[in-house]
């Protein structure tokens, strides 16, 4: 099993200096070859990556330091939708603890010429890669690479289907922040419909013991999450005081076929955290967003950048939890080699 051995510093940070690197022992409970989705994962298990990324985090002096733990193997980045913050942090995370990393996108690729998804898949693959990370618009896509390839596969996005790093370094900052799930009230505001972070969100906060509700206008919220046991509100303001955590989603223009409200001046009106909202909610209120943020839109700068914001954090901790993501199928594959 892989074992936290020491490596390459970079010039240390007063803040952030590494701590003593020990052993990080290999969770018995961990079978996953894969990281599909949140729906498929126990409570154990998402207990499980949730401390191992906190450990890395703090062995890595906040994700700012390298190690050797992944000396040798490779990850695939196989992105094709547009990315910023998910794919840097997947690369940078194979990168801390010691892997190479392969950059693929479709354009300019041979899927301009025909190759299909999977066949390109499998070329990369053919390269001795240990890891693919996959971002897609069709839902499922990361499930049929899972059948189809050797190599342990990540979900970076499906579609509106899932997003389950997000999903869990959401958690992760909640968790460092309040210290528990069990009894917090978590509201995804926005664009529900169209939203992977929300689906993934709504899984993973539910199995750990949170009461989540789900806020927006009714084009882009619908009754039927009430039959899965989600809360489904429409006025934020008749929520906002009960909520220990908003989590405010982007209206995702680019996936919409017609404007699910009449114009964006009046869904700020209606569902942006500004200035006058802070002061109806708790004072301990966490304000998250999965990025990009939309100033003006779902979130006013005042509240963006204040003291209730924790969005940084969350890119940050992104690179924790996809640092834990690849330990653990990593271990999980060898484990699997050795039973074969």
């Not at 599909?36 to 154990?44: A, G, K, R």
């Not at 191992?52 to 890595?60: M, N, P």
């Not at 190479?100 to 693959?125: L, M, Q, R």
């Not at 693919?132 to 499906?158: K, M």
Request: net charge negative; glycine share 8%; proline share 6%.
């Amino acid at each position: 099993m892989p074992q936290v051995v020491p490596g390459e510093h970079n010039e240390p940070n007063q803040r952030d200096d590494p701590k003593p690197l020990g052993e990080l022992e290999f969770p018995e409970s961990w079978r996953q070859r894969h990281l599909l989705d949140l729906e498929s994962l126990s409570v154990e298990e998402i207990t499980t990556l949730l401390d191992v990324a906190q450990r890395l985090k703090e062995i890595t002096g906040g994700c700012r330091h390298k190690l050797s733990l992944l000396s040798g193997k490779t990850c695939a980045n196989l992105f094709f939708e547009n990315s910023t913050r998910t794919r840097n942090s997947f690369s940078l995370a194979a990168k801390r603890l010691g892997a190479d990393t392969v950059e693929f996108s479709s354009t300019g690729s041979s899927v301009a010429k025909g190759e299909t998804f999977v066949d390109t898949a499998k070329t990369i693959e053919a390269m001795g890669v240990d890891w693919v990370v996959t971002r897609h618009s069709t839902p499922g896509t990361p499930h049929l690479l899972a059948r189809e390839l050797n190599c342990s596969v990540l979900n970076a996005g499906d579609g509106p289907h899932g997003h389950p790093t997000q999903g869990l370094l959401d958690m992760l900052t909640i968790r460092q922040h309040l210290g528990r799930f069990e009894g917090l009230t978590v509201a995804l505001v926005g664009d529900i419909a169209h939203s992977r972070t929300a689906r993934s969100n709504l899984w993973g906060l539910s199995k750990l013991g949170a009461h989540v509700i789900i806020c927006g206008p009714p084009t882009l919220v619908s009754q039927r999450w009430t039959e899965l046991g989600f809360e489904v509100a429409h006025s934020l303001d008749d929520i906002l005081p009960r909520c220990d955590v908003l989590n405010l989603l982007r209206i995702q223009f680019e996936r919409q076929g017609a404007r699910p409200f009449p114009s964006v001046h009046e869904y700020a009106a209606l569902y942006a955290m500004d200035g006058e909202r802070m002061r109806k909610a708790k004072d301990d209120i966490l304000i998250m967003a999965p990025g990009p943020i939309n100033r003006g839109v779902e979130i006013t700068p005042e509240v963006a950048d204040g003291p209730h914001s924790v969005i940084l954090e969350q890119v940050n901790n992104g690179i924790a939890v996809r640092m834990a993501a690849l330990w653990l199928l990593s271990g999980a594959a060898e484990r699997f080699k050795e039973a074969s």
